[in-house]
């Protein structure tokens, strides 16, 4: 493998490591092995228009001969927001249903989940962004977007069909950015396992093959060489389910040990080539 001085990372929660400590989630483990600095900018609830937007930036900051990229995808249902100096998502755990209908109620994510296009800002100044902004309907703009995302949610009977052609299409234009960079790369597919097992709480099923029904024309330009997946690593649940050898239960994300195997299975692909 070529040597580089930074790994670059972003993604969402899967990526971030949800509330696991920072020494013990997966890219923490992957600069190790690695012997990198580690730029991590993953965010939990991180759209993947938003993981575009911040790497996009972020990356035209770094030097492609210095800088090893990894992303982590994400769900199709995600939305970003562009607010004040600020990134922020919205996504359908943020959705508070009595009895499922109707929303009763949404608030943005907030918890290790503002994101900005400035590599080198602060956190303490994401931070006081943040705490100048009210996360909810009481806010002029934000308040006008959870309006507009419950309209969505409620009468646009192509939303998921629309909302997997975005998601395509960000992949697309990230794909497009890094290969026209010269930036080494892969993206990492969590959620890539067939159809015909019952996915745990939290993730979804989201293959790019023709079999998917993701007939868009778009996805013949995604190149799988660049993918790493972790599919056919089921086990038996708790509660005789299925659920994924790498997953914690009870958070429906990584687990402590999970971070290592992931962090193995990165180290293996990326030594491959």
């Known amino acids: 493998m070529k040597k580089y001085k930074n790994l670059y990372i972003n993604g969402c929660s899967f ?19 690695l012997k990198l600095n580690l730029i991590n900018c993953s965010k939990n609830a991180n759209s993947l228009q938003s993981i575009v937007f911040t790497s996009v930036n972020h990356l035209s900051d ?10 982590g995808l994400t769900w199709p249902s ?5 607010f004040k ?35 080198t800002l602060k956190k303490q100044t994401l931070d006081k962004f943040r705490d100048e902004i009210n996360f909810d309907e009481s806010d002029i703009v934000l308040g006008n977007f959870i309006k507009y995302y419950k309209s969505l949610l409620t009468y646009d009977t192509y939303l998921e069909k629309n909302q997997n052609l975005n998601y395509v299409s960000n992949l697309i234009l990230l794909q497009s950015f890094l290969k026209q960079n ?70 429906g994300h990584p687990s402590e040990k999970g971070c290592r195997y992931i962090s193995e299975v990165i180290f293996k692909r990326l030594s491959e080539g």
């Not at 990526?15 to 092995?33: F, S």
Request: charged letters at 25%; a positive charge.
């Open 62 to 71: 770094l030097s492609k001969d210095d800088t090893l990229v990894v992303i």
């Open 182 to 251: 010269n930036f080494e790369y892969k993206f990492v597919n969590f959620n890539s396992s067939p159809s015909k097992f019952n996915q745990p709480r939290g993730l979804f099923n989201f293959d790019f093959s023709s079999s998917s029904g993701l007939d868009f024309p778009i996805c013949k330009k995604i190149d799988e060489t660049k993918i790493i997946k972790f599919e056919n690593l089921f086990t038996e649940s708790t509660n005789g389910g299925i659920s994924l050898a790498w997953m914690d239960e009870e958070t």
């Open 85 to 119: 100096n600020v990134v922020v998502n919205i996504t359908p755990v943020d959705l508070d249903r009595s009895g499922f209908k109707p929303i009763h109620k949404i608030n943005f994510s907030t918890f290790r989940r503002i994101s900005s296009a400035v590599l």
């Open 15 to 33: 990526t971030a490591g949800d509330n696991i400590k920072e020494e013990k989630i997966w890219p923490r483990l992957l600069a190790k092995k």
């Open 78 to 82: 995600r939305y970003m927001i562009q």
